[in-house]
């Protein structure tokens, strides 16, 4: 829906809703009704987790990815905390493999890890260009 005609539905509820003898029970009143809360709740994001309510803004999905760092509720902060703490011992396991000894990590383990990452992935986090 176009800004202008969005605009156009909102000023037509309203004017559906403030007629002083419409029956507020009428399918129309209460369509009305409906698209203004519809309308309303698209402005905002809210956690279901926190109860946290966020201005949408221009990129709704950085504002959650924003919040999901900070609430201590949501369940997927604990996925990127893995995630970054995983990425880190990635990371000082192959610096410490290629400087220190080859010999006390077993192949196989190296080739699983090598297996799931994928040796560009292992590039990318010994260059530190991941998170």
Not at 12 to 17: E, G, I, P, Q, Y
Not at 58 to 86: G, Y
Request: net charge negative; with cysteine.
């Amino acid at each position: 829906m176009k800004s202008t005609e969005r605009e156009d539905a909102i000023r037509l509820a309203n004017r559906v809703l403030e007629q002083p003898h419409r029956d507020p029970d009428d399918d129309l009143s209460m369509l009305s009704r409906q698209f203004l809360r519809a309308e309303e709740a698209l402005k905002s994001i809210v956690c279901a987790f926190c109860g946290k309510e966020s201005p949408r803004g221009d990129n709704p999905a950085e504002t959650m990815a924003t919040h999901i760092a900070e609430c201590e509720k949501h369940p997927m902060r604990a996925a990127v905390q893995d995630n970054v703490k995983l990425r880190a011992i990635v990371r000082a396991y192959f610096v410490w493999q290629a400087e220190e000894v080859n010999e006390l990590m077993p192949i196989d383990l190296r080739d699983a890890v090598i297996g799931v990452l994928g040796k560009d992935e292992i590039a990318a986090i010994l260059a530190d260009e991941v998170p």
